[in-house]
């Protein structure tokens, strides 16, 4: 059956193996979507294999398989420790990986280069250079916002990609509890031009492995109490203001 699955979602009980978008391996006879939390019994398998993927998953009970397609899979709690989920491409079982935490945030990303990446919190993957509300900018669409963050998320800047925070005015006003800055990726603060200088509303660890660089003409960065800025051996900062 379909159930109610808490704050507002539906659980979608798997009935035999198959896609998640058809609506035929689900029991009520339609495919997850909305707010939703699936659960997926013992030697069932559920493929998703669309090119890129942004699902609000609450919660997913994996007792059987979830095998993953190019995409991410971001927000959900597992119930069953050591469930193992494959990675699929072109219909081809490829690289796989295990879950280590029974419950909690979850999400799981895999990159252009066909690497996976896994974070036990939401986390957003910048794989494109923009700005920072531009879904485009995300793997999967999934821009993240005040709603989708309204209980923390992690971003993630992978090699080659440069994120920019023009498009903030100058505030991060929502929970970004982390920013990583991988080597080879840039973290570009403020608005070029801006003497306003750039503020964190919330506590936020900046892991920078890359280059951060602060663009605004004047004014300064502003973190709360209870912030971190680490600069790793080879990351670098620079400022526009001489």
Request: proline share 4%; hydrophobic share 40%.
């Amino acid at each position: 059956t379909i159930s109610g699955g808490g704050s507002g979602s539906v659980t979608f009980l798997a009935t035999k193996s198959g896609e998640l978008t058809d609506a035929t391996v689900w029991s009520g006879g339609l495919a997850p979507s909305g707010n939703f939390s699936l659960s997926i019994p013992a030697g069932i398998t559920i493929t998703i294999s669309g090119g890129t993927l942004s699902l609000q998953m609450l919660r997913c009970d994996v007792y059987g398989t979830l095998a993953l397609g190019s995409g991410m899979l971001s927000g959900g709690g597992f119930g069953a420790k050591g469930t193992a989920l494959k990675i699929v491409q072109g219909g081809v079982a490829g690289a796989s990986f295990t879950l280590t935490s029974a419950t909690g945030p979850f999400t799981c990303g895999m990159l252009p280069d066909g690497s996976i990446e896994t974070y036990d919190s939401v986390t957003a993957i910048a794989i494109n250079s923009g700005d920072f509300p531009a879904a485009g900018t995300f793997l999967g669409g999934f821009a993240p916002s005040a709603d989708i963050c309204s209980g923390g998320c992690g971003i993630e800047v992978i090699s080659g990609v440069t994120l920019s925070t023009a498009g903030l005015n100058g505030a991060l006003n929502f929970d970004i509890t982390s920013i990583t800055v991988a080597t080879g990726a840039t973290f570009q603060l403020g608005t070029p031009g801006a003497s306003t200088g750039f503020k964190f509303k919330f506590p936020i660890t900046l892991s920078i492995f890359g280059g951060m660089s602060f663009v605004c003409s004047g004014g300064y960065i502003m973190l709360p109490p209870g912030s971190e800025f680490d600069i790793s051996d080879g990351g670098e900062f620079s400022s526009s203001i001489s």
